[in-house]
């Protein structure tokens, strides 16, 4: 059985004081939650501010990215032991805005995802098409290199402590989703190159989230789907009540 997670990106917004009034609403509000995991990632400088708030709390801390290093003459970055020692549970990895700003590439995934299982803490492993690789027949080959790339010399056990998610490129923040069937055949497909690289049982224990204009009006359609096992939240996790409304329509699905 696979659980179903759903992570707020904040992303660069909210300052530490939001961060901690926002993190205090999620937490009140997902009081009743019980078989969703709901995490929240807000930015690296509220992070400990946040982890206080959510102490005994059902709500996990999530971070944004993280270096691979350990520590060193790495300007404007932040490690995985960084990160443990605050009590972060999930870490976003290779998020398109990172891939196509930051310079992240397959092998820089694979390295932050090595070093966070290494840790004990969770890759969430982002991983999507853009419109043009769609629309030119690629989307197939583009996941399959992602995916591929990222899982590098993982073993199976590891696997099973990463979450994937499909974020088609062109949905985020721009209001526009993908259809539940394009992304039931998208998640289909991504769990079908997790049983080539470790067998269908593994494959079957492994979340898979959606991204990409996820909102309380459209949760439930693609929560239903049966390769989909929750989302990563952009825009809609700026508001408790509009988060939650993506969570709450998880309760009581069985994956
Ligand atoms: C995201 O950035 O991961 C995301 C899915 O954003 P949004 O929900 O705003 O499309």
Request: hydrophobic content about 45%.
């Amino acid at each position: 059985m696979r659980k179903i997670v759903i992570a707020g990106n904040w992303k660069m917004n909210k300052t530490v004081a939001e961060s901690v009034k926002l993190a205090g609403e999620v937490v009140a509000a997902a009081k009743d939650i019980k078989q969703v995991v709901v995490a929240i990632a807000p930015t690296y400088l509220a992070l400990a501010k946040v982890a206080e708030v959510l102490q005994g709390s059902n709500v996990k801390l999530a971070a944004q990215d993280v270096h691979w290093e350990n520590q060193g003459a790495f300007t404007g970055k932040v490690s995985a032991d960084m990160l443990k020692e605050i009590g972060v549970d999930y870490v976003i990895i290779g998020h398109s805005e990172q891939r196509s700003y930051f310079g992240e590439t397959d092998e820089t995934v694979n390295k932050k995802v090595r070093k966070v299982l290494s840790l004990a803490m969770k890759p969430i492993i982002c991983i999507g098409e853009t419109l043009a690789e769609r629309k030119e027949g690629r989307l197939e080959s583009v996941l399959t290199r992602q995916v591929n790339g990222a899982y590098a010399g993982l073993s199976a056990d590891e696997a099973l402590s990463t979450v994937i998610a499909y974020e088609p490129v062109w949905a985020i923040g721009t209001g526009v989703t993908a259809s539940d069937d394009e992304a039931q055949e998208a998640h289909a497909f991504v769990r079908g190159l997790l049983a080539k690289l470790y067998g269908d049982s593994v494959a079957q224990s492994i979340s898979i989230q959606y991204g990409g204009s996820m909102k309380p009006e459209n949760a439930a359609g693609l929560l239903a789907q049966k390769d989909i096992d929750g989302g990563l939240i952009g825009g809609a996790a700026l508001k408790a009540d509009s988060f939650l409304g993506i969570v709450r329509p998880g309760e009581g699905l069985s994956k």
